[in-house]
């Protein structure tokens, strides 16, 4: 597994779907209410597979799907806590993300993971943990994580140091 690192950023290879989804339950276990997750990157890069194992390691049972046309599915975890997982694919720009109500998600009392991030980046809050995924062969894909803000500064060196040990 290759691994770049520094203080706000982790530059990763996923080799499987199942690795993706690991990953992410394993970031998804050290979240909190307000965290906001931002995905980018093409169809077919695996954001929704991260996004699932997000839900996972939150402890939201049962299948999670992409909720491309419905744009925002809101699931429970275990402890009650929600976990709303956004899909902005279909959205023009920032003003109807906006239209959506996105700020009562955003400054609520769950775990945002809003796909296709990119597509309204105005709409997103300040701090956030931003993950740009990357296409690199039929199985492996590229994951960056880039930290905006302290909270997620922190958030990712943890998850580095369970993950990884570094």
């Known amino acids: 597994m ?3 690192s520094d203080d706000r950023s982790l530059d990763l290879v996923s080799r499987s779907e199942a690795q993706t989804r690991r990953f992410g339950a394993r970031l998804g276990a050290l979240l909190r209410r307000g965290d906001v997750i931002c995905l980018a990157g093409e169809l077919g890069t695996g954001k929704t ?3 699932q194992g ?3 390691g939150l402890g ?6 992409s909720p491309s046309f419905t744009l ?6 275990r402890t009650g806590m929600p976990f709303y997982h956004i899909d902005l694919y ?4 920032p ?3 906006l239209a959506l109500g996105l700020e009562e998600y955003f400054y609520g009392e769950g775990v945002c993971v809003v796909e296709w ?13 931003w993950i740009a995924l990357r296409y690199l062969d039929e199985t492996k894909r590229g994951i960056l994580m880039k930290a905006v803000g302290r909270r997620y500064e922190e958030l990712l060196r943890e998850f580095k140091r369970r993950a990884f040990g570094i």
């Open 72 to 77: 925002i599915g809101e699931y429970r975890a």
């Open 2 to 4: 290759s691994i770049i």
């Open 117 to 129: 991030a990119d597509r309204a980046p105005e709409a997103l809050p300040a701090e956030h943990l």
């Open 95 to 97: 003003e109807e993300a």
């Open 49 to 51: 597979c991260l996004a």
């Open 60 to 65: 939201v049972e049962g299948p999670i799907t």
């Open 54 to 56: 997000i839900g996972r």
């Open 90 to 93: 279909r959205i023009a720009g």
